[in-house]
């Protein structure tokens, strides 16, 4: 997976391959999935979601520039994998999950596996988690309506934001924002993907 999925696709960072090696995926998806956890491609977890595809978990890391001392929020934490990834790097990482029944085997996983610089709260991801901004970067892993501003307002001085935009079904871009000096934030568009909506007051109405 790390030589053929994401060192070939231009995923040069050591740590990054590193904690790619180090995180066994197999433990993040379902027993009748676990023949495939090294695809390269998205799995079905429970609720109805998905565990991302590593290139693009792989991709959002190193466009967010991780490293050793930060503190991260990723929303839609999921089975906690890409939490797991990052926190072989950054410092700490809270991860937020609508879903209280994946909130909750997600806490449970991480716990059993060890990684005790994880949080896995539970709550609306488009609102952050105010208590333990700021942030120096923040992942979505589920596609909004816009960049919410109350994460905008979590990232710290020269934060990085990584998120896919656009509405479930349509072309969904994945962009990449910087905090200025001056408090706005300038931002790039990285790639096309496709992810599940990011659900809440700043994103998307629940069908
Ligand atoms: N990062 C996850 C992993 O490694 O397994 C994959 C996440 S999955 C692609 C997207 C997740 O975002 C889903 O679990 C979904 O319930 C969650 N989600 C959607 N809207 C959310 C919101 N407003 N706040 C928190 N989680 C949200």
Known sequence: ???HQLRRRGIADAQILDAFRTVPREAFVDEDQRHLAYGDHPLPIAAGQTIS?????ALMIQAAGIGPGDRV??????SGYAA??????????VAIE????????????LSRLGYPNIEIVEGD???????AAPFDAILAAASGRHVPPPLIAQLAPGGRIVMPIGAAGDAQELVRGVMQPDGTLRLHRL???????LIGAEGWDER
């Open 53 to 57: 595809q590593p290139y693009i978990v």
């Open 84 to 93: 797991a990834v990052i926190a072989q790097i950054a410092r700490d990482v």
């Open 125 to 131: 991801g488009t609102l952050g988690w105010p208590q």
């Open 98 to 109: 609508r879903q209280p029944a994946l909130a909750e085997s997600g806490r449970e996983r």
């Open 191 to 197: 790639a096309e993907v496709r992810f599940v909506p």
């Open 1 to 3: 997976m790390v030589e």
């Open 73 to 78: 929020l990723e929303v839609g934490a999921g």
